[in-house]
């Protein structure tokens, strides 16, 4: 077991510098300023953390699909989980960090089968937002993810839920045939046993990402787009919508390529770039851990094996006040959080 962990270790750590040396180079030799450019501009390197208020958990990169935007590049085939003894790390964290909300992710994290053991333990902790990152359909998946809406209820999980449109088609074209109608059909589950209604304590939120080479439209305006079209043809409710832009790894990185879409893409992200929008980024105020405990400034960092800049780089070393006293790291894929209005988990940061 040991052995198979580290040689997925070693194939995530390949991809992932060559992936970064593709971003430092790329179509920047000399003709765009690099990230770390506009933070000098502002004053704002090296950029530096606030108060924690996110610790972000991925459970495992397993997921029941295979989206063409995902940059954690999850899918069915994956076998990177966090194991117990992981989470048992994180649970000793999770009782003294300054955090309020802890945010589980994947791939789909409901796959990982300590899951449900690890939200009763956490529940028990009295973390005051607990979130899970679901894409939906993982709920029609299987007969053992049909309860899954009960589950939450009961350990008041707020469910963050992937939906990329509220139209068939352009759901299905990116996350593949069947999406829709399932993701439909988990959302009225939800909203069944209260999930996003009126005068309910349990939040339901959804999160849109663009299906191809471009930046995410308005948050508010589309938020209400969504709200009509979901009312009027399915009788959904729902909390919020975040919008969050494609940052070019993993996956996406090599769809933009693939489709030659990669340097236009870029130039739209650095021309879109927004001082405002650093003061909030999430790696500001978020910690993430991987799947094997290792700790990093974001969810992208983690993709590209960034290791946060500090002595203590794994949860069994956790030491709040050390890490606070981090410097961030940065590269070109950080023009994709501070474009136009920003990008983070939580949606726009401006």
Same mark, same amino acid.
């Given at each position: 077991? *040991? ?9 995530? &750590?390949?991809? *992932? ?48 699909? +295979? ?8 899918? !069915?085939?994956? /076998?990177?989980? &966090? ?15 300054? %955090? ?7 791939? %789909? !994290?409901? &796959? ?20 899970? #990152? ?22 008041? +999980?707020? +469910? ?7 139209? #068939?088609?352009?759901?299905? /074209? ?7 109608? /399932?993701?439909?059909? *988990?959302?009225?589950?939800?909203? %069944? ?7 309910? /304590? ?7 990402? !663009?299906?191809? *080479? ?51 893409? &870029? ?7 927004? !001082?405002?929008? +650093? ?31 500090? #002595? ?26 501070? %474009? ?11």
């Amino acid at each position: 077991m *040991a052995t198979k962990s580290l040689l997925a270790r070693k194939k995530l &750590m390949a991809k *992932a510098e060559e992936q970064l040396k593709f971003l430092s180079n790329g179509i920047f030799n000399n003709e765009l300023p690099t990230f770390k450019n506009q933070l000098e501009k502002i004053n704002d390197f090296p950029l530096k953390p606030k108060s924690l208020e996110i610790l972000q958990l991925n459970l495992g990169y397993m997921c029941n699909q +295979v989206c063409e935007h995902c940059h954690v590049d999850a899918g !069915p085939d994956r /076998k990177e989980i &966090m194991t117990k003894d992981t989470m048992l790390q994180c649970l000793e964290v999770i009782k003294s960090t300054s %955090a309020h909300t802890l945010d589980l992710t994947g791939g %789909a !994290p409901e &796959m990982n089968p300590n899951f449900r053991w690890f939200v009763k333990e956490a529940a028990k902790l009295g973390v005051k937002d607990f979130i899970v #990152r679901s894409n939906l359909t993982i709920i029609r998946a299987n007969k053992k993810y049909y309860d899954l809406p009960q589950f939450f209820k009961k350990h008041n +999980v707020h +469910v963050v839920s992937s939906m990329p449109h509220w139209t #068939r088609g352009k759901t299905d /074209k990116q996350r593949g045939e069947g999406v829709f109608d /399932k993701s439909i059909k *988990a959302l009225q589950e939800l909203n %069944a046993v209260g999930y996003g209604m009126p005068n309910s /304590k349990l939040k339901l939120d959804l999160v849109y990402n !663009p299906s191809g *080479a471009f930046l995410p439209s308005n948050q508010e305006a589309l938020e209400q787009d969504f709200k009509i079209a979901l009312k009027e043809d399915f009788g959904i409710e729902f909390n919020s919508l975040f919008t969050i832009t494609n940052l070019p790894i993993s996956r996406y990185l090599d769809y933009l390529i693939a489709s030659n879409n990669y340097e236009d893409y &870029m130039y739209k992200l650095v021309d879109a770039y927004n !001082p405002a929008a +650093v003061k909030n980024v999430m790696c500001r105020n978020t910690l993430s851990v991987s799947w094997d405990g290792w700790l990093y400034d974001c969810d992208f960092n983690q993709m590209l094996e960034m290791k946060v800049n500090s #002595r203590i780089q794994h949860i069994k070393d956790y030491n709040e006040d050390q890490l606070q006293d981090r410097t961030i790291c940065i590269s070109q894929h950080c023009y994709g959080c501070t %474009a136009g209005a920003g990008s983070s988990c939580q949606g726009s940061v401006v």
